[in-house]
């Protein structure tokens, strides 16, 4: 995936929601219900290999409302992301149940932005 920014000599400023679901209606959590451990990162890395945002956040318990709702985890849900120079951030998100069973998604999105004149 790219961004883009519209226009020229502007950054990028984005937010990402992050929810960690564990079930639904239809697919419900085995009994007892065990609360994985979440954790999320964010790497902003310029083309140059500055690495400009570092975030890390892990919970060890979040919070579990019951069927359908997602986790809340205590360092929230929205992560907000700005960069005024070409690179890629990657993103990492975990669920741990064990020290051998977890879920990650990782990926990594371009950022080009036109420099100004």
């Avoid at 359908?68 to 990657?90: C, E, Y």
């Avoid at 990650?104 to 932005?113: A, H, M, P, R, T």
Wanted: hydrophobic residues 40%.
């Amino acid at each position: 995936m790219v961004l883009r920014p519209k226009g020229f000599c502007t950054g990028v400023k984005r937010t990402f929601a992050v929810g960690f679901g564990i079930d639904r209606q239809d697919k419900p959590h085995p009994k007892p219900v065990k609360i994985p451990k979440v954790s999320v990162v964010f790497k902003f890395i310029t083309d140059s290999g500055r690495k400009t945002i570092d975030i890390n956040k892990t919970d060890n318990n979040p919070h579990y409302k019951g069927l359908d709702w997602i986790l809340q985890p205590s360092f929230g849900r929205d992560f907000k992301i700005s960069a005024v120079k070409n690179g890629k951030l990657h993103i990492v998100l975990i669920m741990e149940y064990s020290s051998s069973v977890f879920l990650v998604y990782y990926d990594i999105i371009k950022f080009e932005i036109t420099p100004c004149a």
